[in-house]
């Protein structure tokens, strides 16, 4: 038996959610302390130096003639109209999915209830027909309650995360203007850490309360609890891949339409005031880049978590009761946001960014330090939760495993391939390294250049990560079968807490920015939160490589899980049924980002056509002498968004209850297995491609060196072309890619949570072919 018992282990998961909790209000609270107007006494208790860090950066814009009152004040009212904007939609886009959640939980309790005709008496367990477990209408109930619970945590996590970003962007863009980029860093960054420590804590209590509930009912019929608790999964990927695809198509058509009409046709900044969609573009990085982020890594981590639980309850670690090994994932990823806390405070309390230069180091040392210190907590919990010797499920056979390490070394395969993952997607995204320079130098000879050099590093970029997730695989499958997979998954977002943290801070430096600009502040401000948003532009294409890797090795981990519950032995890739659904599969990525893009396109032509039409309609617009309607703007952005989310939405809720009911089980494992395999590529080629044109057109803007500043300034030719291959890359990193992850997920825990009812109807077509 292992050192910790189930007593240590009721205690020590919920103790480390709830220190996550509130670490996060402790950085919430520090945040909270920051004053938007200094002047009116609220200087919370500001020690001297402070003080006069204000003073002296007032005292600056005095001389540039600049009234900090109403720029403040100004700021205060530009938070207010963006947190409006976000709050309004997210509270719409809420109420179309609280509909789809009382339809599709009716849809899964009468398929599960079904399969034994809604029968109360208990039945055969699958995996031990000697023995008698819950009856299906009770694992009907309980799905479906755990779908229900899931998807309210998704709703929560996205919420939650939009509440933290609009109320520290203002605080963000001020203390950029009162104390410089290290103050304005660190705001920042603790903001984001209270996103990512109150999601992942969340998440982690939730999922433990739903296992001791269900426990209650299901007694020792722990496969058929922990059957039902794949539900959680399910419900938080749906409102992940609506939150995505609706946030996504919202932010990206406002940020197309006031790039393409504001930079390249009236030759103004990001961000001015006068620019109509620049209130709707705000208002979209927090509904999509915040809100989506944070729904999507949330069912990231709880898919991850199911499939683990699923698999080690039809192993010998379910069948003998062992409820601390069982409880295995749970206590990594409570270790995860212990250790992650500790790098946090590294970076927030033992010392202060004092320049641009040394943000995005500061950034990178966090993955780092929390991958090198959660590699250490991965030892200690493996040694301590872990039998010395164990059988797992390993379809239809059992594997042995006779050490603790050997699980050790799964969970650490999926930290340090996430690693390098994002190392490597820092290195094609940031336009520090040669990629990067080399698509900017690219735009010399107009827009088609600057496309074809993205691509290629967009799809260039695909090789190392893909190897990484290889070895990851081979590894953990060889070692420890499926389950080694579900818990390398695990491993790589053991850290989720810093991945969220360092996520959320590109959006909220980038909102700042636009703060900093709309409210008039002095140039050198825009210069701060600018070099912020680089930083933050290349951690969060690292975090959507992180989402990326994850969602590979999560949906391999449910595609076994399916395979094991649907009776299927082998899947032999030759039977017509599989191949036919391999390449079915393989194509819905293409399908599904032809139907976002196109989307976005949409959107995006209504507001160009909008902003084109205030500034050749409003008299004075273009000279700053009348104001923009923006209303306007973001009532397109919010319309096109519910209505265009829903054709993606149910191509990937729809196609694995088509494939599974029509053509049976077989089948859906191929669809399932071509998605994988072709979704992750096309998701990160498009993510990173979009990541490198974007940060192509911020080396130009910056001008930091001799090669950036003869392809400048702003509005020469060469930062059109930049402008336009960035307006290309937006949809492809904020909208299809990171909602790729999700539909590769999201298609294979459905089919894992319906697997009962394709195995007992599925195939109507094929059966009779």
Not at 196 to 225: E, K, Q, R, T
Not at 410 to 431: K, R
Not at 543 to 549: E, P, Y
Request: aromatic share 10%; glycine share 10%; charged share 15%.
């Amino acid at each position: 038996m292992a050192f910790i018992g189930t007593v240590a282990a009721e205690v020590l998961i919920p103790l480390a959610a709830v220190i996550g909790i509130m670490f996060a209000v402790l950085q919430w609270y520090v945040v909270a302390r920051v004053p938007v107007h200094s002047h009116a006494g609220e200087d919370g208790g500001k020690g001297g130096r402070e003080r006069e860090r204000e003073s002296e950066g007032e005292e600056e814009e005095e001389e540039d003639g600049v009234d900090y009152r109403h720029v403040e004040a100004r700021c205060a009212e530009i938070q207010e109209a963006i947190s409006i904007g976000a709050r309004s939609f997210l509270v719409t886009e809420y109420k179309y999915l609280a509909v789809f959640m009382v339809g599709f939980a009716a849809v899964i309790f009468v398929s599960l209830g079904s399969v034994r005709r809604f029968s109360t008496r208990p039945e055969p367990c699958v995996y031990d027909p000697a023995r008698l477990c819950q009856p299906a209408v009770a694992n009907a109930a309980f799905t479906t309650a755990a779908f229900l619970l899931g998807a309210l945590t998704s709703v929560l996590s996205g919420y939650l995360g939009m509440r933290v970003a609009t109320f520290a962007n203002a605080r963000t863009a001020l203390e950029a203007r009162r104390g410089g980029v290290g103050r304005a860093f660190t705001v920042a960054f603790r903001s984001g850490a209270a996103m990512g420590f109150l999601l992942a804590s969340s998440a982690l209590l939730v999922l433990f309360a739903a296992i001791n509930l269900f426990w209650l009912y299901y007694g020792d019929d722990w496969a058929g609890l922990y059957e039902s608790i794949t539900g959680y999964g399910l419900g938080g990927s749906s409102m992940a891949l609506f939150g995505r695809v609706g946030g996504g198509i919202y932010t990206k058509a406002a940020d197309v339409g006031a790039d393409l009409v504001g930079k390249v046709e009236r030759n103004i900044p990001e961000d001015d005031p006068r620019n109509p969609a620049v209130i709707a573009d705000n208002v979209g990085d927090n509904v999509g880049d915040i809100a989506g982020m944070g729904s999507d890594l949330f069912g990231s981590y709880a898919e991850s978590s199911c499939a683990a639980l699923f698999v080690a309850s039809i192993s010998s670690l379910g069948a003998e009761h062992d409820f601390a090994a069982m409880m295995y994932p749970l206590l990594v990823s409570a270790a995860g946001i212990v250790a992650c806390a500790a790098t946090t405070l590294v970076a927030t309390d033992a010392g202060e960014v004092k320049g641009v230069d040394e943000v995005a180091p500061t950034l990178k040392r966090q993955i780092l330090a929390s991958t090198v210190l959660m590699t250490g907590a991965i030892t200690a919990v493996s040694f301590l939760a872990l039998p010395r010797s164990f059988t797992l499920f390993d379809f239809g056979d059992y594997k042995l495993v006779k050490n603790w390490y050997t699980l050790f070394i799964c969970v650490s395969a999926g930290l340090w391939a996430g690693l390098v993952i994002g190392y490597v997607t820092e290195y094609f995204t940031s336009n520090a390294y040669r990629p990067v320079q080399a698509v900017a130098n690219s735009c010399r000879t107009g827009a088609a250049t600057n496309v074809i050099f993205g691509l290629a590093v967009g799809y260039k970029s695909v090789i190392v990560p893909i190897l990484a997730i290889a070895a990851a695989i081979y590894a953990s499958f060889r070692l420890a079968a499926m389950y080694g997979i579900a818990m390398a998954a695990l491993g790589m977002l053991s850290t989720i807490a810093t991945g969220l943290t360092i996520d959320a801070y590109g959006p909220i430096s980038d909102n700042a920015g636009g703060i900093a600009e709309m409210a008039g502040m002095p140039r050198r401000v825009r210069e701060r939160t600018d070099a912020l948003d680089a930083a933050g532009n290349t951690t969060a294409a690292i975090g959507k490589g992180f989402a990326i890797g994850s969602a590979a090795l999560v949906s391999l981990a449910l595609f076994g899980a399916y395979v094991s519950r649907s009776g299927i032995r082998t899947v032999n890739v030759v039977s017509p049924r599989v191949f036919v659904g391999l390449l079915v599969g393989a194509m819905l990525p293409y399908w599904f980002s032809a139907m976002t893009m196109r989307s976005v396109g949409s959107a995006a032509l209504k507001m160009v056509e909008e902003v084109r039409r205030q500034f050749n309609d409003i008299p004075g617009l273009a000279d700053g002498l009348a104001a923009p309607d923006y209303a306007t703007c973001v009532k397109i952005s919010t319309d096109a968004s519910l209505r265009e989310m829903v054709a993606p939405g149910a191509l990937v809720m729809l196609s694995p209850l088509v494939a599974g009911t029509l053509f049976g089980v077989e089948a859906l494992a191929g669809l399932l297995a071509g998605a994988l395999v072709s979704g992750v590529q096309v998701a990160i080629s498009a993510s990173n491609s979009g990541g490198a044109w974007d940060n192509a057109k911020k080396y130009i803007e910056a001008g930091a060196t001799e090669d950036a500043r003869t392809l400048g300034p702003k509005g020469s030719d060469a930062h059109k072309a930049a402008v336009i291959g960035d307006t290309i890359g937006d949809p492809l990193k904020d909208t299809s890619g990171p909602s790729l992850n999700i539909l590769i997920k999201l298609m294979a825990v459905e089919a894992l949570v319906f697997a009962p009812f394709f195995a007992a109807h599925g195939g109507i077509v094929f059966n009779h072919l």
